[in-house]
């Protein structure tokens, strides 16, 4: 298992930019698909990125699409999410999560969480 940490949540208008980071501890990071969620108030979890292993291949949900890029550094074990375009409905907790088996889009399909970082859209 990796232990994960996100980073750069914070507070930004509608149309701003952020750049989320998840550190990975383990010597095995670079053997595992990576992927995002996010957690709105008052909502479910739900699917935003997919990373493989390699970077190669990668997968987004259509409301992120061509607004978000995942991407990842296996040298120093961590994948970001680079947001831009952001919207009020861009709002609420992010998460990185390591693939374990499974369809990319479900949380099942995950083993280790990090503990998320806020990111909040206002106008």
């Known amino acids: 298992q990796v232990q994960l940490v996100e980073s750069g949540g914070g507070l930004v208008q509608d149309g701003g930019s952020l750049r989320l980071s998840c550190a990975a501890s383990?010597?095995?990071?670079?053997?595992?698909?990576m992927g995002w969620f996010r957690q709105a108030p008052g909502k479910e979890r739900e699917f935003v990125a997919f990373i493989n292993w390699s970077g190669e291949a990668t997968s987004y949900a259509d409301s992120v699409k061509g607004r978000f890029t995942i991407s990842r550094d296996n040298a120093k074990n961590t994948v970001s999410l680079q947001m831009n375009s952001l919207k009020i409905e861009d709002t609420g907790i992010y998460y990185c999560a390591s693939h374990r088996s499974g369809a990319v889009y479900y949380q099942a399909s995950y083993g280790s969480w990090g503990q998320g970082t806020q990111v909040t859209v206002s106008t």
């Open positions: 383990g010597r095995t990071f670079s053997s595992h698909h």
